[in-house]
């Protein structure tokens, strides 16, 4: 599970490429030929929401959140245990919040139709008027889904006393 | 429970997880959906995701990402090291000269990468092993290369001011001129303090041996062709800001984009380091903007709570004295520098403190300078100065971590200086966007 957050997150990242791609077209295209594009802030949006909301699980995987260690590194390790835990569980809390109104938001605004049953989720009210709110929405429900998986298995191991967990979030 | 209790446990909840080594991106979402269930039931729990979508589509953010991809590509190109050697031949016959120069390269280095970790880690393992090498006083050398390195973020482009920008919704365009003059004047207080100090004192600082001085000088002029291009891809992307040439975003994208093209142009560019950089702004950006969403939360809770109302009365009770409010709030600034990072602080205090700041009538973009500025001794202060921990990893078992934070003093006491300055004088941050912008 790990293995496939991570590469699903590193192909988030390559959206970063593609935004600096899009950015420069939409520049030259402005100045250049006096054509802006419509689609290059909408696109460049989405991608990097997406990147930014799967980067969480990425740094909890590679163990890289930020942590005040000072107090924790001095502690006994059964103490240093508890105190692992105590965080990944306040983890747990703060995500299944996120995961759990995370879709409820994206539900309310993806699964909208209209009186003669077409589509019509929440849209963005640009020219180009994507359902971008509604994308970004989703996005947030699956990456908080995805970020509390990844804290639930180090809680599991952790409390099975196997050090893979504790191992990961040292290293970073 | 009244708001002020709540209020109080809240602070005493959060220093608690904060100091257990909880993962910061945690602390406070935790306390949020505490507070949201409590107060509103399952219902509160809205507010913490719709917060969390609304702030993670703005498109401003995407400079943010940008900006590292620029930054990483001029470091893995060894933008760093050739221009620390381009610059090191000056240093001649000058006692402190090579400190000088770190400083100088530092203050560079801010306006290509601007990003603090990046930048101590490469002057940890450029100019430190030169300062070691010819002696000089450890504590002076180490303290140049964390205090020169954290000037990243004084100098523009700098990530703290973009998100000031967003959260005071003033021009971040604006806050990039009006931190120039007060950044470079504190570059000049370090470079003053090491001329100094190696002046009454030869011993803490030798100049470069007679035989490294020898060089020619049309050699060392050849030595700036390599740092040219990266030189004006940075300056390229400052004047397209400041002339309204492309938003920030833009400008940042075209930033990474030329530092690809002088990359390449260098042969340093391959696809294994396309790869390694989009990952590290991946990681930058999963670790900072987690920590934002928690404290996002947080804020928002806290506001349908009534606290933010509260809280502003209580600051803006305080005194009569508008002065004294705001000696109150860089003292808050400090304080929470000496425990957490400058996201978070920012995020906890501003919603409370901008509404007051602008009631008493002072300017925010000048406020945002004086953030930026307190933000720097954050920086270097123990436990918690990011600086020290970059410089101890990038050095290794050579520093002792307590030894870094024992050479921080001198340099803190000059950031202190130059925060009092831009304080009772906000004219020296605020003539040059007046100037450009009218």
Known sequence: MTWFIKKLAELSAFGFFIIVLMMVYEVV?????????????????????????????????????????????????????AVDMLGLACGAIY??????????????????FMPDGSWFPERSGSSWNTPLPAFIKFALFVAAAL?????????????????????ERDSG | MDIATVSILIVVAMSALLLLGIPVAFVSGTIAVVLAYANFGTAGFFLISTRTAEFVGSFELIAVPMFVLMASIMEKSGVARDLYRAFHVWAGSVRGGIGVVTTGVAVLLGATTGIIGGEIVLLGLIALPQMLRLNYDRKLAIGTITAGGS??????????????GLT???????????????????ASFYVAYILIRCGLNPALGPPLPPEERTMPLMEKVALFKGVLLPMLVAGGVLISIYAGFASITESAALGAFGAAIAAWVRNAFSFAMLRSVLVQALRTCGMVF????????????????GGITFASNVLAGASQEPAVILVVMIGVFILLGFFIDWIGILFLTMPIFLPVLTQLGYDPI??????NLSMQIAYLTPPFGPACFYLKGA???????SEIFAAQWPFIGLQILALIIVVIWPELSLWLPKFVYG
């Not at chain 1, 804290?151 to 191992?167: D, H, T, Y």
């Not at chain 2, 050095?395 to 971590?401: K, V």
């Open chain 1, 29 to 81: 295209a402005r100045y250049g030929f006096g054509a802006p594009t419509f689609w290059a802030h909408e696109i460049a949006g989405l991608l990097g929401a997406l990147a930014f909301l799967l980067g969480g699980a990425y740094c909890m995987v590679e163990g890289s959140h930020m942590r005040i260690t000072v107090l924790r590194d001095r502690m006994p390790p059964g103490l240093r245990r």
């Open chain 1, 95 to 112: 995500l299944s919040a996120l995961a759990f109104s995370g879709w409820q938001i994206a539900q309310r605004s993806l699964f909208r």
């Open chain 1, 147 to 167: 970020f509390l998986a990844v804290v639930l298995r180090q809680l599991v191991l952790l409390a099975l006393g196997r050090c893979e967990a504790s191992n």
């Open chain 2, 151 to 164: 000037l990243g973020t004084m100098i523009p482009p700098s990530i703290i001011l973009i998100f000031y």
């Open chain 2, 168 to 186: 005071a919704e003033v021009s971040i365009s604006h806050l990039f001129l009006a931190t120039l003059v007060p950044g470079l004047m504190l």
């Open chain 2, 290 to 305: 987690w920590l934002v969403f928690g404290t996002n939360a947080l804020i928002g809770v806290y506001n349908l709570m």
């Open chain 2, 366 to 371: 000048w406020f945002g300078i004086v953030f």
């Open chain 2, 395 to 401: 050095a290794g078992d050579t520093l002792e971590l």
